[in-house]
C-alpha cells in the first residue's frame, strides 16, 4: 500500500485536516462605492502556468504517477491540486506562492516499487516547467541485522515548513521497494523535518528500525544498517489476568513525529521482544487485554515516553494488566 497526502496546518498537530479552496475574485462590497456607483472589486492574483513532465526508470514519459502540487505560502497557500495527463506532462495554473510538489511514480515490471519525488521548494513566480524523473531516485535500505527477517511494513514522513506554515507528507509501504529523492533548490536551513520508520520480523523478534533527521533537502536515499551492538531491547511482558492463559495485544510506536507503528498478539503470560534504534527517540506501547467473554469491553493501558539505550535492555510489564 502506498499512500500520499499534504497536511496542511498552523500547528504541529500529528493529524491535520485538508483544507482547499476555490479561487475567485472577491467583490467589496460592504455598503461602500466608489463615486458612479460602481462597487470596487479586489484585484485577482497573478497566475501562472506550471507544466510537470514525468519520466519513467527509462527516461520515458509516463502516466503512471500521481502528483500534488500543494500551496504553502503566498496567494497560492490554499490550493491543492492533482494535476494528471496519460501523456506524462500536465499543465496547471496557479496563483503566484510558495508550493511544495510530491510525486509518486509506480514502476511496473517484476522489480516494481515506488519512486517518490519530493521538491519542498517551487516557488512560482513566472510560467514553470518542471521535471519530474524517477531516474534520479534512490533507495531506502533500513534493513536489521537478521538476514532472515521479513519485512512488514514501513512509512516515511516529511514536514516542510516556511514562513509560519507547514505542510505534511507521507508514504506507507509494504514491501522494501521505497525509492526517494529531492527535487529542485534547497528550502532554507531546517526547513524540512523528515522520519522514515521500517518494521521486520524475525521469528518471535520484531526489528523497529527509526531513522529522523533535519535539513534543508527531502532525502535522496537512505541506507541505515544497524548492527546489534547498536540496537536496544525492549521487552514487553504481559501477565495472565486473574491468573488465567490469555490473551493480548501490543502495540508499539515511536513517541515523536508523525509515523506508523506495529501491532501484534501476544499469549498471556508471555514476552514481546522488540529490538529498537535508540535514535529515534523514546517509545510508546498500549497493552489491551482482550476480553475473556465476548461481551466485555477491552481493557488498554499506555506507557509513554519508554528510553531506551543502544546494547541495553528495557522491561515494561503488565502485571494482569493493572501495573505497569
Known sequence: MNTSSPFPSSSPSRRSVLRTATFGAVVAAAGLAPAGGAFAA????????????????AGRPTGAYATTVSGLSGPGAEESVKPYDPSGTVTVRLPRGRYVLDSVLTAGGDGGGTDWIVRPRLDLDRDTTVTVDA?????????????????????????ITHDGAERFLNQVVDAPTLRVAHLGPAAEPGAVRQWYDAYWSAGSVRYALGHTGTSARALTGLTVHPSPPQLATLLVHGGAPQGAPGTATVDLLPSEGPTVGLSRPLATPGT?????????GTWDVVYTVRPSTPEAPPVSHRAEGIRVRAGATTTRSFDDATRL
Open 42 to 57: 479586489r484585484r485577482t492574483p497573478d497566475t501562472y502556468s506550471l507544466t510537470i513532465t514525468h519520466l519513467d526508470r
Open 272 to 280: 514481546a521482544t522488540y529490538l529498537v534504534t535508540p535514535e529515534r
Open 135 to 159: 531516474r534520479t531516485a534512490r533507495p531506502v535500505d533500513v534493513r536489521p541485522p537478521a538476514r532472515t527477517a521479513a519485512f512488514l511494513h514501513g512509512g516515511m514522513f516529511l514536514r
